[in-house]
């Protein structure tokens, strides 16, 4: 899962984005409504975080904008307007959330998953692909009966591959749902984890096949009986 995080306190950024990393999801964070607006012209997002006291724009005012354009991204606000009456016009403005700092992350996480199994058109609760499921809110991977240990990143992959399950997955797409603005990465980063996962799946009846469409990208199928 992929969120987007528009907040113009600098400590909060980092903190909300530690705890949203911590969770196993990827995060990129701006201060400013004009750079989230472009995020989400060019990236597709699960989930939005914003802030409403916003240096450049109203986060109101920048909400509406977005339910206007048919944007339908799951939005949980993050502000200190605490009072009943900011609340409604939160919720009303096209909200789906509302947390009032300070917060706990526990709670934050919490929330987000709340959100995320409340949008199935974009996140399907459980993912099926051969005898592999993954629960998305849980992010539970089990085959047979059995949980298969997986580090966050390698869960992320997983579901990237099981989503487009029989489609090639361009190298450039795993390249870009692993990135995040500005962080770089080796060359050879996908494919040491494309070699990791495969190895964590070996050993487990998945009938699942990892394979490698060279020059172009990577492809889960059903294994041949």
């Known amino acids: 899962m992929r969120i987007l ?62 339910r206007a354009a048919k944007v ?13 009456d900011e609340r409604i016009a939160g919720l009303d403005a096209g909200a789906d959330d509302y947390l009032v700092k ?33 629960d998305v809110a849980s992010r539970r991977v089990v085959c047979a009966g059995t949980e298969i240990a997986l580090a966050p990143s390698e869960k992320g992959l997983l579901e ?14 795993i390249e870009h749902a692993f990135s995040e603005f500005g962080d770089e990465r080796s060359s050879n980063a996908v494919e040491l984890a494309i070699s990791r996962l495969r190895k964590k799946l070996e050993g487990h009846p998945t009938k699942a096949l990892i394979e490698t469409v060279r020059g172009v990208g990577y492809m889960m199928r059903e294994a041949r009986a």
């Open 5 to 66: 995080l528009i907040e113009d306190s600098s400590r909060l950024r980092e903190l909300v984005c530690e705890a949203i990393r911590d969770a196993g999801w990827k995060i990129d964070a701006f201060a400013l409504a004009q750079e989230g607006r472009a995020a989400l012209d060019g990236t597709d997002y699960d989930l939005l975080l914003l802030d409403l006291g916003l240096p450049d724009e109203d986060g109101i005012a920048f909400l509406k904008s977005l």
């Open 72 to 84: 339908q991204i799951p939005v949980l606000v993050l502000t200190a307007r605490g009072a009943i």
């Open 102 to 134: 300070p917060f706990h992350n526990g709670e934050l996480i919490a929330r987000i998953r709340a959100l995320t199994r409340r949008a199935p058109a974009t996140v399907m609760p459980v993912l099926e692909f051969a005898a592999l499921q993954y």
């Open 160 to 173: 990237l591959l099981m989503r487009n399950g029989g489609q090639v997955v361009p190298k450039p797409k």
